[in-house]
Structure formats: structure tokens, C-alpha cells
């Protein structure tokens, strides 16, 4: 089977292939992404040896470009991580969240259309990387309560109302068009080659050189951690799997405030909580994400593999032993980029 990976030079996307590429010998994965500031072709570098596995550099708000590689490749499944995944981001330049996230993700279903129309080929699934934070928010007193998938959309910034809008036209096309579609809806994921730009990375990289922690607000707002390697183990599960039309919740049932997080980390690089830095809060910042992972559970056997702690540990180690992959982010200067293998574009 061939599978078509957008996004796979982010975070999730290159622990996903580094996941599967291995695991699955006989099937193909081709790489889409843009390498946008968030796209490190570092992150998937050594895949490039591997012989089910190739790397296109494409734009999925390109339309025709898309459809181009769709019928030369004429992909199986096809599953969609890009896209601009910043909240703080989105609140600056919230235009562009709107083209990335909701027409990029309708220019790849339109490309699987055309390319079946045409009587070029036929997919099996389009997988939308969706998140929990199309749910909104839950209160901080009110522990009992969990998003889940029957949970009403109720976005609060330009970054998850973009996901949400993304949705809705992926359950749209699936209706319309009979699109085999499902959706899964993660929590904060955490773990090796995240972009040092959200909390956990931003946290560690800064505690190393022992500088200010910025802490938004009051750091009482709640996320529920989960490790990228099971969020991904979840998503192979529902594209190969899971229902057609289908959403499936997928979270870590590990809740943490964000200063509770913050003082896990300082603990485990054995720095002083002074580095912590109360700054102004994020506008419009959700309170609490706390996820119901049943339906995943019952229906495809879905477990976690990694504790909080556990994970964690191994995450900070990573960051601690991969130093220079965060000072080529911050300068710049990659040790080695895909223009140094192909040609300048
Ligand atoms: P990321 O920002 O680390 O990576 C995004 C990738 O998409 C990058 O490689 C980037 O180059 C690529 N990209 C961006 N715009 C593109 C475009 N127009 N064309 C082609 N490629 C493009 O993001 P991430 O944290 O790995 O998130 C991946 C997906 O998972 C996103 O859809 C996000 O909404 C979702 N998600 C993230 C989390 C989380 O905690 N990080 C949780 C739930 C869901
Ligand atoms: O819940 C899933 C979502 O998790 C994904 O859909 C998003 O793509 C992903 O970015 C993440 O969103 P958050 O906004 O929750 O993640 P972030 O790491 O930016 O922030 C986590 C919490 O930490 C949040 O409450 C804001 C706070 N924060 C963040 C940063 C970067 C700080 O207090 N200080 C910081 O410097």
C-alpha cells in the first residue's frame, strides 16, 4: 500500500514515519511538506536510505501541484499532519491558519477526488491530525469532566477554529462525496523533535542555558500530556482500522497544571524554580483539556505505552543529548539541508 504523509518534517509527522517506515517494509510512504520555519528535513534524514520511503518538498495550498504528485503517485491512504500548529502563532496571523489548515487539508481531499473521477485511482482513507482543542475548553473545577467524541465544537483561537473548520469540510466531503475519511482529536503531545516553540522544548532548552521560563498567566491552566509515540500509535491504528466517517479521541489521561509541568522539568535538569517567570497571559488562553479515550480503547484495542514519568525522563534526555538540533533551529544554520541534496528551487 501506498501511503501519502503531509507534514511528515514536523514534530508529530517525523515521529509518525520514523514509527512506520520501519514497521511496515512492504508499504510506501511519501513525505509531503512545505519545510515551512516548523519543517526540519533534519527530523527524517535518515529515512532517506530507506528504500520505502521518499521525500517530495510541495505546498499544500499548491492545488495543481498536489494533484500533479497525486496521479503520478496514486496514493492508498493518505493522511494530513500539516499544518500551522502554533496557537500564540495563530493569534498574530490568523490568515494564514485559515489557508494552511482548512484549504490546504480541502485541496488534498479535492486532488483524491479528481484523481478517482478521472478514473485515475481509487483511496482507501484520508486521515485528518485533528486535536482536542476543536472542543474548547473545561473549567478548572470541574474535574469530572472530559471532551468526548459527541462533545460540541467550540473553538477559542484562529488556530483551533481552523482545525475545527478543517473538520467539518473532511465529515463534509465524506458525506457529499463518500469520501472514506476518519478524524482523530489528540491532546498536547510531547517528546523528540518538537519545535522549540512549545511549552515543553521551550521549558528544557531554556532551563540548559539557565534562563527565564516564561509561564503564561497564572501556569494554572491544565493540558493532558500524552507521548508522541502513542498518539501515533493510535493514528496507524485508526487509518488501518478505524470506521470510515468516523472520530476517534486520543489522550494521555495525564493532567498536569502548567506550573506543576514546569517545576517536573526544573526538578529532573536540577535547576531552581527562580528561573519560573509570570509573563502576560496568552488572549483568550483555554483553561483545560482533559480527553475520553474510550471509544479508541473499546473499539481498537488502543493503550499507551509510556507513564507521564517515564516519558517525560526519556524526552528531557533526548533534548539534553540532541543540544545542537535546537541551536541549528535557533541559528539557522542546518547541519544538513534537503538544498544540499537537491537542487536550489
Ligand atoms: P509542526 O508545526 O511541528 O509540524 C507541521 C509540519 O507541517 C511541518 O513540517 C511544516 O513544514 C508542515 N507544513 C506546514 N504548512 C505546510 C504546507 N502548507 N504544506 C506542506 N507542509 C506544511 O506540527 P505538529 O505539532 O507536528 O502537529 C502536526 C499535526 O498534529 C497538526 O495538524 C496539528 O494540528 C496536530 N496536533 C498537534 C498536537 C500537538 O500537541 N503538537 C496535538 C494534537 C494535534
Ligand atoms: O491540545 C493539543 C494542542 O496542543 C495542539 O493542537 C497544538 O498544535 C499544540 O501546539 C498544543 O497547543 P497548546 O497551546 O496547548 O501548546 P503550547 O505548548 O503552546 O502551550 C501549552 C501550555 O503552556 C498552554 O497553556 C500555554 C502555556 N505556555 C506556552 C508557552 C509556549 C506557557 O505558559 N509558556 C510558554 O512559553
Same mark, same amino acid.
Given at each position: 500500500?501506498?501511503?501519502?504523509?503531509?507534514?511528515?518534517?514536523? &514534530? /508529530?509527522?517525523?515521529?509518525?514515519?520514523?514509527?512506520?517506515?520501519?514497521?511496515?517494509?512492504?508499504?510506501?510512504?511519501?513525505?509531503?511538506?512545505?519545510?515551512? $520555519?516548523?519543517?526540519?528535513?533534519?527530523?527524517?534524514?535518515?529515512?532517506?536510505?530507506?528504500?520505502?520511503?521518499?521525500?517530495?518538498?510541495?505546498?499544500?495550498?499548491?492545488r495543481?501541484?498536489i494533484i500533479? /504528485?497525486?496521479?503520478? #503517485?496514486?496514493?492508498? $491512504? *493518505?493522511?494530513?499532519?500539516?499544518?500551522?500548529?502554533? !496557537?500564540?502563532?495563530?493569534?498574530?496571523?490568523?490568515?494564514?491558519? !485559515?489557508?494552511?489548515?482548512?484549504?490546504?487539508?480541502m485541496n488534498l481531499m479535492n486532488a483524491a477526488r479528481i484523481? +478517482?473521477? %478521472?478514473? /485515475?485511482?481509487?483511496?482507501?482513507?484520508?486521515? +485528518?491530525?485533528?486535536?482536542? %482543542?476543536?472542543?474548547?475548553?473545561?473549567?478548572?473545577?470541574?474535574?469530572?469532566?472530559?471532551?468526548?467524541?459527541?462533545?460540541?465544537?467550540?473553538?477559542?483561537?484562529?488556530?483551533?477554529?481552523?482545525?475545527?473548520?478543517?473538520?467539518?469540510?473532511?465529515?463534509?466531503y465524506?458525506?457529499?462525496?463518500?469520501?472514506?475519511?476518519?478524524?482523530?482529536?489528540?491532546?498536547?503531545?510531547?517528546?523528540?523533535?518538537? &519545535?522549540?516553540?512549545?511549552?515543553?522544548?521551550?521549558?528544557?532548552?531554556?532551563?540548559?542555558?539557565? #534562563?527565564?521560563?516564561?509561564?503564561?498567566?497564572?501556569? %494554572?491552566?491544565?493540558?493532558?500530556?500524552?507521548?508522541?509515540?502513542?498518539?501515533?500509535?493510535?493514528?496507524?491504528?485508526?487509518?488501518?482500522?478505524?470506521?470510515?466517517?468516523?472520530?476517534?479521541?486520543?489522550?494521555?489521561?495525564?493532567?498536569?497544571?502548567?506550573?506543576?509541568?514546569?517545576?517536573?522539568?526544573?526538578?529532573?535538569?536540577?535547576?531552581?524554580?527562580?528561573? *519560573?517567570?509570570?509573563?502576560?497571559?496568552?488572549?483568550?488562553?483555554?483553561?483545560?483539556?482533559?480527553?475520553?479515550?474510550?471509544? !479508541?480503547?473499546?473499539?481498537?484495542?488502543?493503550?499507551?505505552?509510556?507513564?507521564?514519568? #517515564?516519558?517525560?525522563?526519556?524526552?528531557?534526555?533526548?533534548?539534553?543529548?540532541?543540544?545542537?538540533? *535546537?541551536?541549528?533551529?535557533?541559528?539557522?544554520?542546518?547541519? $544538513?539541508?534537503?538544498?544540499?541534496?537537491? %537542487?536550489?528551487?
Open positions: 500500500m501506498k501511503f501519502v504523509i503531509t507534514g511528515g518534517a514536523g &514534530f /508529530i509527522g517525523s515521529n509518525y514515519l520514523h514509527y512506520v517506515v520501519n514497521k511496515y517494509p512492504d508499504d510506501e510512504f511519501i513525505c509531503i511538506d512545505a519545510l515551512t $520555519y516548523a519543517g526540519n528535513y533534519n527530523n527524517i534524514k535518515d529515512l532517506s536510505s530507506m528504500s520505502n520511503f521518499k521525500f517530495i518538498k510541495a505546498n499544500i495550498c499548491d495543481e501541484k500533479d /504528485i497525486f496521479k503520478q #503517485e496514486k496514493p492508498d $491512504y *493518505i493522511i494530513n499532519f500539516a499544518a500551522e500548529s502554533h !496557537v500564540d502563532n495563530s493569534i498574530k496571523n490568523p490568515n494564514l491558519f !485559515v489557508e494552511t489548515n482548512i484549504i490546504g487539508t484523481i +478517482q473521477d %478521472e478514473g /485515475i485511482h481509487k483511496i482507501k482513507r484520508f486521515h +485528518q491530525v485533528s486535536t482536542d %482543542e476543536v472542543y474548547g475548553d473545561l473549567p478548572l473545577d470541574r474535574p469530572d469532566l472530559l471532551f468526548t467524541e459527541n462533545t460540541p465544537i467550540h473553538t477559542s483561537s484562529p488556530y483551533s477554529a481552523s482545525k475545527a473548520g478543517a473538520d467539518l469540510q473532511v465529515l463534509a465524506a458525506r457529499t462525496y463518500k469520501l472514506p475519511v476518519t478524524i482523530s482529536r489528540c491532546s498536547n503531545n510531547y517528546g523528540p523533535y518538537q &519545535f522549540p516553540e512549545k511549552l515543553i522544548p521551550v521549558v528544557i532548552s531554556k532551563a540548559l542555558k539557565d #534562563e527565564p521560563i516564561p509561564v503564561y498567566g497564572t501556569g %494554572e491552566n491544565i493540558r493532558d500530556w500524552i507521548h508522541v509515540y502513542d498518539h501515533n500509535v493510535g493514528i496507524d491504528l485508526i487509518v488501518r482500522n478505524g470506521k470510515e466517517g468516523n472520530i476517534y479521541n486520543l489522550g494521555g489521561h495525564s493532567e498536569k497544571t502548567n506550573l506543576e509541568l514546569v517545576k517536573i522539568i526544573l526538578k529532573e535538569l536540577n535547576k531552581p524554580e527562580s528561573l *519560573i517567570t509570570f509573563v502576560t497571559d496568552r488572549p483568550g488562553h483555554d483553561l483545560r483539556y482533559a480527553i475520553d479515550s474510550t471509544k !479508541v480503547e473499546k473499539e481498537l484495542g488502543w493503550t499507551r505505552t509510556y507513564s507521564f514519568e #517515564e516519558g517525560i525522563k526519556s524526552t528531557i534526555e533526548w533534548y539534553v543529548q540532541n543540544q545542537e538540533w *535546537i541551536d541549528d533551529i535557533k541559528s539557522g544554520k542546518y547541519k $544538513y539541508s534537503y538544498e544540499d541534496n537537491n %537542487e536550489k528551487e
